[in-house]
């Protein structure tokens, strides 16, 4: 069975270029037996610290398309006092260094508390993305819950891998990858702090939780998922106790004390020490926290039109619709939260800080693959005990703080806007015929959908993978640059010849490969400048000027927060914008079509997602018509 679901993990092949990539299991699990995983972890490399006058060259040239020329002379003049010799610069340059080799990762620690625990504004689309699979074939209550067991069973057999530290080795670029995040994923849980926030995990608990929780009707039931004899609940039996926890749970007048976890971070602590002061809640919030995931059986969502269905699984995945449909069926600080609706809806939202997408998508790419390969085995029906009900007393202060999430959450709902598309004229197919990469063609498109649409270059985030290195998390790929800059700018110029276009769109596809790649070998800037700001809060009585200076700000605000997250399934994946007046963009390049999911502020008078979407498919069409269109200049 670990073999062949095992073998459903490859999700590419071993090439060239950076790209992840599962090794075949066949081979791998024998190089990955127990033990090995140490082994494996001990040989990655440690992460470096770049050179201090190559991240400030590269930080330059990155502020030029975003900035006036008269700002950056005032960076520029900043930037050579800062690493004049003797001066600050290199001062914090060499306590970093000193870091990193006191560490196994110099950034690790400081990224999860500054990019998450010390966060403070809500998880619930400031933070937490969600996944929405394709629409699965089930259309009532018998059919979600069929499928809640099988995804269930399906996660299990997943967790024997963990367990059993036998998951396959990832590569990227040729190179072998951290597997770190992938213990991290289940039976752990965020903590809501009055300042900071913390993460816990249990899986390595000297007595591991057996049990998940299920939501349904904002009422929270453990579900033992093991046998006396440690083997895992059959999806038969899983459908049996799905089933009682649906008929105790017919009420739909219960406080949805979950959606506490929907606030801002610093309310929820306040309202967490309230609520947690009370004995029989205390031990409710421990088993969810400790449970080793949480499955959502939403109520129906309003019925949209097949077009619209994917844009509202998203919103559905990312915030649950507002406190009169299903965000009131969810515990938000849960790392991992499977939600299945009654009319096939079916994805997962997860809270972000103990890790990346890929090793959640790995996640999906494999229960999908169970699903599928699995039937409903019927099983010897040994009477189950009822999964308990987890009780909350709800006082008048708890029920005032439950009031005042649901009225933040409705807010939020209405300002959130998000827009699926799924692209079918081409895929990574087009990209690679004309021998660019397809990462940086969707990037470049988005450079020029957004200045069609805004008339400027703004600040643009790309996760770039770091686990290359031990514990490595992500560095930022700047997707704006001078190139792009340059082929936006000519590209709707009706004065400039197509085979300049074609040169200017090759040079900057170019440009971004070769970030790509620097970044993945941690030789960006954007961690390298926050490690030496975070250096600077540490060792000095003073902030360095190039950190107060209005083009450090211009530059952290970006207008588009993009990812490629790609997948075997036909999934998309989603997320908030990162500023008021931004994008969020997640897409999955598939072989002949792209699933790219675009979020906006309705707050924000200049954004709109749905035109964000249709622009870039404009865009990208456009982009081939150029190429396909031009013979290749003689170079
Ligand atoms: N000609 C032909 N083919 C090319 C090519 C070229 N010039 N350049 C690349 N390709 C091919 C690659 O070989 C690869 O082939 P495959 O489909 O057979 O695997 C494919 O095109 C994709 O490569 P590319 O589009 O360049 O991107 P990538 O897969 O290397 O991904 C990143 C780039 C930045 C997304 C990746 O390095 C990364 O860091 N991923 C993790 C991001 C992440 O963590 N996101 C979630 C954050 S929560
Ligand atoms: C299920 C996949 C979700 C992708 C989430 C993602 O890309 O998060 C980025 C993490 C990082 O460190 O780059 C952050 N981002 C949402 C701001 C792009």
């Not at 915030?319 to 009319?343: A, C, V, Y």
């Amino acid at each position: 069975m670990l073999l062949v679901l095992g073998r459903n993990m490859v999700v590419g092949t071993a090439n060239r270029c950076s790209r992840l990539v599962l090794r075949p299991v066949r081979s791998t699990v024998a190089a990955a037996a127990p033990g090995r995983y140490l082994t494996h972890q001990n040989g990655l490399p440690c992460l470096p610290v770049p050179p201090l006058q190559q991240t400030c060259d590269r930080y330059l040239a990155a502020l030029e398309p975003i900035l006036e020329s008269a700002e950056l002379e005032c960076t520029k003049d900043l930037l050579t006092k800062f690493q004049s010799p003797g001066g600050v610069g290199e001062r914090l340059q060499k306590g970093l260094e000193s870091r990193a080799r006191r560490t196994d990762n110099w950034l690790s620690d400081w990224w999860l508390q500054a990019a998450y625990l010390d966060f403070r504004m809500p998880v619930v689309v400031h933070s937490s993305p969600g996944v929405v699979l394709p629409r699965m074939q089930f259309s009532d209550r018998q059919g979600q819950m069929k499928f809640a067991a099988k995804l269930i069973a399906g996660v299990l057999d997943f967790k024997t891998m963990i367990d059993a530290e036998t998951l396959p080795v990832e590569y990227l670029g040729g190179s072998p990858l951290c597997m770190h995040q992938y213990y991290q994923i289940l039976s752990s849980c965020r903590i809501p702090g009055l300042k900071r926030d913390s993460v816990v995990n249990h899986a390595r608990d000297p007595r591991p939780p057996t049990h998940i929780t299920v939501v349904h009707n904002f009422q929270f039931f453990v579900l033992d998922v093991y046998n006396s004899d440690r083997t895992p609940l059959t999806v038969d039996q899983l459908y049996v106790q799905l089933e009682k926890i649906w008929n105790s749970s017919l009420q739909t007048n219960k406080e949805p004390v979950g959606i506490l976890t929907s606030q801002h971070r610093n309310d929820w602590g306040k309202a967490y020490v309230n609520l947690t002061r009370d004995e029989t809640n205390k031990e409710s919030v421990l088993a969810i926290q400790k449970s080793i995931f949480t499955v959502c059986l939403d109520a129906p969502m309003p019925r949209v039109s097949d077009e619209m269905f994917r844009s509202r699984a998203a919103l559905q995945m990312l915030h649950g619709g507002g406190s009169h449909w299903n965000s009131g069926n969810r515990w938000f600080d849960k790392t991992l939260q499977f939600i299945i609706g009654e009319d096939g809806t079916c994805g997962l939202m997860y809270e972000h800080a103990p890790a990346e997408g890929p090793p959640i998508v790995a996640l999906i790419d494999h229960i999908v693959e169970y699903i599928h390969t699995s039937g409903m085995v019927r099983s010897p029906m040994a009477p189950l005990p009822m999964p308990k009900k987890l009780r909350f007393n709800v006082t008048p202060e708890i029920k005032r703080d439950i009031e005042n999430a649901k009225e933040h959450m409705n807010t939020m709902v209405h300002d959130l806007e998000v827009r699926v598309v799924v692209f079918d004229q081409f895929g990574k197919n087009v990209p690679k015929a004309q021998k660019m990469s397809p990462d940086a063609f969707i990037q470049i498109a988005l450079q020029l959908a957004y200045y069609r649409m805004h008339q400027r270059c703004c600040s643009t985030y790309e996760s770039a993978s770091l686990r290359m290195f031990k514990r490595g998390r992500t560095d930022t790929i700047r997707s704006a640059s001078i190139d792009s800059a340059n082929f936006v700018k000519a590209f709707d110029d009706p004065a400039k010849h197509n085979t300049e276009k074609v040169a200017l769109l090759e040079q900057a596809v170019k440009a971004h490969r070769a970030y790509t790649d620097r970044a993945i070998r941690g030789q960006a800037i954007d961690r390298h400048l926050l490690g030496l700001k975070l250096q600077a809060i540490e060792d000095l009585a003073s902030i360095p000027e190039i950190f107060m200076d209005t083009a450090y700000s211009a530059a952290q605000h970006f207008n588009l927060s993009t990812s490629q997250v790609p997948a075997k399934t036909d999934c998309v994946m989603c997320f908030g914008p990162g500023v008021p007046d931004g994008y969020g963009v997640c897409y999955n390049p598939m072989a002949k079509h792209i699933n790219i999911a675009v979020s906006a502020f309705n707050s924000c008078e200049e954004t709109n997602a749905a035109h964000m979407a249709k622009v870039l498919e404009n865009t990208l069409m456009d982009m081939r018509k150029l190429l396909e269109e031009t013979p290749k200049a003689k170079l």
